[in-house]
């Protein structure tokens, strides 16, 4: 049954890391999310639309109750990927055990994938972005983790294969030519930027610090429970290659 | 030889497996480790889709056109959406 161990773990993991992304959220990153939204309302007012306000109040409770079903379905998700590469890569990776491996890993993924895309579209709150736009900056965004993602796993694969010494060198430096390269090219985020900055910068602060505890959480977790119930799977991966 | 390497490399079972383990033998064909790798990308995908990008497509296959009005999906998810940095407003 050790398939679906892995998928339980994966997903357990994941589901998990998320409610306590969630949990953070609430705490560290909502407040921001509020003082954007009451500037939303701000300007809907003083253009002469009609705001209900307790109405609006009871709908910022059900979204925050919802970020807590949200972040059980983005663990899951950003977990699911996590453990197929883990499966993959675990060998190779660095760390006397798999807690170690796992947070490795973890590490990485965050910088890869969400830290490397943050420079180029950084995280907005709301009252930033027009909804005519939200398709394209949707590609743009999805594109550019693509473009990180992918090059890192290229960057990987090529580490692994090549024996030369000056590789802890070379290789990050391609990696970061891509990414310099994809920055330059990719065209920036259309929306124009009318709140103030300062609220902004802090959401983008506050939301890289909260997903990067999700990454740790997420492979504290994972590392625990594949310790746990897959310790003598040492073939899992081996198989693979 | 270990649990998983059988499921992956030993062929179909013998008649007499196949008549004890009838039950078995279907959770076993999904306890492989390709379809589990299949299985966490189709998660991926799916969540990803959800969190990140739905504006009432998933909906509409049952509402029609207001599931894009109403955006439920995206209205739920939508301060996650935010504090994961995917674009949302
Ligand atoms: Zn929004």
Same mark, same amino acid.
């Given at each position: 049954?050790?398939?679906?161990?892995?998928?339980? /773990?994966?997903?357990? +993991?994941?589901?998990?890391?998320? %409610?306590?992304?969630?949990?953070?959220?609430?705490?560290?990153?909502?407040?921001?999310?509020?003082?954007?939204?009451?500037?939303?309302?701000? &300007?809907?007012?003083?253009?002469?639309?009609?705001?209900?306000?307790? !109405?609006?109040?009871?709908?910022?409770?059900?979204?925050?109750?919802?970020?807590?079903?949200?972040?059980?379905?983005?663990?899951?998700?950003? *977990?699911?990927?996590?453990?197929?590469?883990?499966?993959?890569?675990?060998?190779?990776?660095?760390?006397? =055990?798999?807690?170690? &491996?796992?947070? $490795?890993? *973890?590490?990485?993924?965050?910088?890869?994938?969400?830290?490397?895309?943050?420079?180029?579209?950084?995280?907005?709150?709301?009252?930033?972005?027009?909804?005519?736009? %939200?398709?394209?900056?949707?590609?743009?965004? %999805?594109?550019?983790?693509?473009?990180?993602?992918?090059?890192?796993?290229?960057?990987?694969?090529?580490?692994?294969?090549?024996? /030369?010494?000056?590789?802890?060198?070379?290789?990050?430096?391609?990696?970061?030519? /891509?990414?310099?390269?994809?920055?330059? %090219?990719? @065209?920036? =985020?259309?929306?124009?930027?009318?709140?103030?900055?300062?609220?902004?910068?802090? $959401?983008?602060?506050?939301?890289?610090?909260? /997903?990067?505890?999700?990454?740790? #959480?997420?492979?504290?977790?994972?590392?625990?429970?594949?310790?746990?119930?897959?310790?003598? !799977?040492?073939?899992? *991966?081996?198989?693979?290659? | 030889?270990?649990?998983?390497?059988?499921?992956?490399?030993?062929?179909? @079972?013998?008649?007499?497996?196949? +008549?004890?383990?009838?039950?078995? +033998?279907?959770?076993?064909?999904?306890?492989?480790? @390709?379809?589990?790798?299949?299985?966490? #990308?189709?998660?991926?995908?799916?969540?990803?889709?959800?969190?990140?990008?739905?504006?009432?497509?998933?909906? +509409?296959?049952?509402?029609?056109?207001?599931?894009?009005?109403?955006?439920?999906?995206? !209205?739920?998810?939508?301060?996650?959406?935010?504090?994961?940095? $995917?674009?949302?407003?």
């Amino acid at each position: 049954m050790k398939a679906l161990t892995l998928v339980g /773990i994966t997903l357990s +993991s994941g589901v998990i890391a998320g %409610i306590i992304l969630a949990f953070l959220n609430l705490g560290i990153v909502e407040p921001t999310i509020d003082k954007a939204i009451a500037l939303e309302v701000q &300007k809907q007012v003083s253009a002469g639309e009609n705001v209900n306000m307790s !109405e609006l109040i009871d709908y910022r409770y059900w979204q925050k109750a919802g970020a807590f079903a949200g972040g059980a379905i983005y663990g899951a998700g950003l *977990a699911a990927l996590f453990g197929v590469i883990f499966v993959f890569a675990r060998n190779k990776l660095p760390g006397k =055990n798999n807690k170690q &491996k796992a947070m $490795f890993l *973890a590490g990485i993924m965050w910088f890869v994938l969400f830290l490397m895309v943050a420079l180029k579209y950084p995280a907005n709150p709301p009252a930033v972005g027009d909804p005519d736009t %939200i398709y394209y900056r949707e590609t743009l965004y %999805i594109g550019y983790i693509m473009i990180s993602g992918l090059a890192a796993l290229g960057m990987s694969v090529i580490w692994i294969k090549t024996r /030369i010494n000056s590789k802890k060198i070379i290789i990050p430096l391609m990696y970061a030519a /891509i990414m310099v390269t994809a920055y330059v %090219i990719m @065209p920036p =985020n259309p929306d124009k930027i009318e709140i103030s900055m300062d609220l902004i910068q802090t $959401f983008r602060v506050l939301t890289a610090i909260t /997903i990067g505890v999700f990454w740790g #959480i997420l492979g504290i977790m994972f590392g625990s429970l594949w310790d746990k119930f897959l310790s003598k !799977e040492q073939t899992l *991966a081996a198989k693979l290659y | 030889m270990d649990k998983l390497s059988y499921n992956l490399y030993t062929p179909k @079972p013998t008649h007499t497996e196949m +008549s004890i383990t009838t039950k078995q +033998s279907t959770v076993k064909a999904f306890d492989s480790l @390709p379809v589990a790798i299949g299985f966490l #990308i189709a998660v991926l995908v799916f969540t990803m889709f959800l969190v990140g990008y739905d504006q009432g497509q998933l909906f +509409s296959v049952v509402e029609g056109q207001s599931a894009y009005d109403t955006m439920w999906i995206h !209205e739920l998810t939508h301060d996650m959406r935010h504090a994961a940095g $995917f674009p949302c407003h």
